[in-house]
């Protein structure tokens, strides 16, 4: 079956790094669009990052451009995440989810993925 595996999260100090990974098996992972959601408590989740199949196009949350580098080695069937100048306000758990890679998947839209990871916490304290 599809497993996607999330790594890397853990607490940080404001302004830190972290830099998080998914592995993918059970599934062809060059044939889908990777994403990253995240999701703080009591609020809904929300899009983060996304990365085409081949990695030539990628997408950002407006809180994210310029901070979040979102990458993928389709032969370690792995994405990442690299979170750079984090703040508290990024506190919430990460998910990897995968979309089968179409012209009509919204890189930003929950409901277009078809798996997901059960999610690794970020922390960033003050």
């Known amino acids: 079956q599809v497993q996607l595996v999330e790594s890397g999260g853990g607490l940080v100090q404001a302004g830190g790094s972290l830099k998080l990974s998914c592995t993918a098996s059970g599934l062809t992972f060059s044939r889908f669009t990777m994403g990253w959601f995240r999701q703080a408590p009591g609020k809904e989740r929300e899009f983060v990052a996304a990365i085409t199949w081949s990695g030539a196009s990628t997408y950002y949350a407006d809180f994210a451009r310029g901070r979040f580098t979102i990458s993928r080695d389709n032969a370690k069937n792995t994405v990442h995440l690299q979170m750079n100048s984090l703040k508290p306000e990024d506190t919430a758990v990460y998910s990897c989810?995968?979309?089968?890679?179409?012209?009509?998947?919204?890189?930003?839209?929950?409901?277009?993925?078809?798996?997901w990871g059960q999610g690794t916490q970020v922390t960033v304290s003050s």
């Open positions: 989810a995968a979309a089968i890679d179409t012209p009509w998947v919204t890189p930003h839209e929950v409901n277009d993925y078809n798996y």
